[in-house]
């Protein structure tokens, strides 16, 4: 048996913290107890539902609001009610789609993809670029999401046919946005009317002022026209997880995946541990 | 396969735990708050620390340098010492439990005591942790002996503290009334701010123990009581935090 870790870790300052005005918030630690003073430590940590490698189910913004971010989606469940058999040891499909820096993963790929890929009824299913490293991470800061490969809605519209046909319920990914960013971040930091210099996350002004913009609300975070492809795949899903790394150390094209989120009372999205079982 | 999730919720209107000042406040702010996101301690909860938490080992490995089979999937032994509310477990009971306790050799350790069965984590008040079972200190050492005779480093426990601080926090604390609240309240400030090296080292001379033969520490397991012994495996997930030396997690146990 062998134990992959797919998870990206959670550090001060990552840049999956600092790309998004709503759905990231910087990931803040406070050091309450240290050594010198204390002998020991303790540490207050400030996180997100997207912090390091998440997982999101469709009431993303759980539990304060129960509003699925796509309507009519085809599981309500929560993080803390998601079955343990979804989580522990399920079976998974492994769908390789190599994808250089900023390429939208396209549906004639997927298609094919999806023919060359072992990909059974029930299995979970992680789409693998290549994309998802943590020195790339350490090393690009909020590039690494700025010029993630992504999925075209296309793309993600036919899988999520393909995973609701295969009773499929779970979709992961190594790409650190599986919407293309110049949709994800349309206006924010690409776009017609990109914002230079890139603002802070939630609560600054600047994303305070792109609420006021977007009505008050921003149930539907990104403001580009195009559909969105994370909503296509997980109006269709339990849960979504993106941003897993290591995903190249897979040699099968089917593993057993272990994929444990925090247990947050009716919680939305969380930072998760991401293991592959060989 | 038989799957239990042995993890307190984290509970964004209340969490058992918070009773000490060396606690955090768990909360999740509402999204349109300036605070929103989700607010918690290294040790919120159902948590995994390491040896290096304390400033003596503060050399030893980080949360990220954690081999994933140290964690995930691990067999594990149950040792069994039933424990009633503010019991000390006793070097003649650890004893005795040890020399009944069949932990081939590298089996990760859990201590079932009964108290995370017992519902107390679900019940308003302090109870949960100021009543809860603990080591002494000889009992400690005997059991850190034993495991590291059984090259196994890791310790999972139902107890809601492993030992007993009761030498300078519980006494100090506990003359405050009504109770503050855990960090970041004014008076659990204060209260860090005047605790010493030296008075942690009095208060968590067990858990030093502990981490003086290199054992991690799973504590504030819930729903123990149907696991049995045999082909019992358990995963320890916690946050993937660089250079981190304790964190919440999730444990779930896996039954053949």
Redesign the interface.
């Known amino acids: 048996?062998k134990?992959?870790?797919l998870?990206?870790?959670?550090?001060p300052g990552a840049g999956y913290g600092e790309i998004l005005p709503?759905t990231n918030?910087p990931v803040e630690f406070v050091e309450?107890?240290d050594?010198?003073?204390?002998?020991?430590?303790?540490?207050?940590?400030?996180?997100?539902?997207e912090?390091?490698s998440p997982l999101m189910v469709a009431a993303q913004?759980a539990?304060?609001?129960m509003t699925p971010i796509q309507k009519n989606p085809r599981f309500t469940w929560t993080l803390?009610e998601i079955p343990?058999?979804e989580?522990?040891?399920h079976d998974t499909a492994v769908l390789d789609i190599p994808a250089t820096e900023g390429h939208e993963i396209t549906v004639d790929e997927m298609a094919a993809a999806l023919k060359a890929a072992d990909f059974r009824k029930g299995d979970h299913v992680l789409l693998r670029s290549g994309w998802g490293s943590l020195e790339r991470a350490y090393e690009m800061g909020i590039d690494y999401l700025k010029k993630s490969p992504s999925v075209h809605y296309d793309a993600a519209a036919l899988l999520a046919e393909k995973m609701e046909q295969l009773d499929s319920k779970m979709f992961m990914t190594d790409c650190a946005l599986v919407n293309p960013p110049r949709v994800q971040g349309y206006n924010w930091f690409l776009g017609d009317a990109p914002i230079i210099p890139l603002p802070k996350p939630?609560?600054s002004a600047e994303a305070r002022e792109r609420?006021m913009d977007m009505g008050g609300s921003?149930a539907y975070a990104h403001t580009s026209r195009e559909p969105s492809s994370y909503g296509a795949l997980i109006r269709k899903s339990i849960a979504c997880g993106k941003c897993l790394i290591n995903c190249m150390q897979i040699t099968k094209k089917r593993v057993e995946m272990?994929i444990?989120?925090?247990?947050?009372?009716?919680?939305g999205a969380?930072?998760c541990?991401f293991?592959a079982?060989e | 396969m038989k799957y239990s999730d042995l993890t307190l919720p984290l509970d964004h209107d209340w969490m058992p735990d918070e009773v000490l000042p060396v606690a955090a406040h768990f909360y999740l702010a509402p999204k349109y708050h300036p605070d929103k996101g989700i607010v918690l301690g290294s040790e919120t909860g159902t948590c995994l620390t390491l040896p290096a938490v304390f400033a003596a080992f503060r050399k030893t490995a980080r949360l990220h340098e954690i081999a994933i089979d140290e964690l995930f999937l691990r067999a594990t032994t149950i040792l069994e010492i039933r424990a009633d509310e503010r019991q000390e477990i006793t070097e003649s009971e650890m004893r005795r439990a040890l020399e009944g306790c069949k932990a081939p050799r590298g089996n990760a350790l859990l201590l079932r005591t009964g108290w995370g069965d017992r519902g107390t984590h679900n019940e308003p008040g302090s109870r949960y942790i100021m009543a809860s079972p603990h080591l002494t200190l000889p009992a400690a050492e005997l059991l850190a002996a034993f495991m590291a005779d059984h090259e196994s480093a890791l310790l999972l426990t139902d107890l809601a503290l492993i030992g007993w601080p009761d030498k300078h926090l519980l006494p100090e604390w506990n003359s405050l009334f009504p109770r503050p609240g855990p960090w970041p309240s004014t008076e659990a400030q204060m209260f860090l701010h005047l605790y010493t090296a030296e008075k942690a080292k009095d208060d968590f001379a067990v858990e030093l123990t502990l981490a003086r033969a290199n054992i991690m520490t799973v504590k504030r397991l819930i729903h123990c009581k149907e696991l049995s012994s045999d082909r019992l495996r358990v995963i320890v997930s916690p946050l993937h935090i660089v250079r981190g030396v304790s964190s919440t997690c999730r444990v779930i146990a896996v039954e053949e």
Do not use: E
Not at chain 1, 7 to 11: E, F
Not at chain 1, 35 to 49: H, P, V
């Open positions: 048996m134990l992959i870790d998870t990206m870790p959670v550090w709503f918030t309450y107890m050594y010198a003073k204390n002998g020991l430590r303790q540490t207050c940590m400030k996180l997100n539902g912090t390091g913004h539990p304060f609001d803390d343990l058999q989580l522990v040891l939630w609560p609420l921003y272990i444990l989120p925090l247990k947050i009372k009716k919680g969380s930072s541990r293991v079982v």
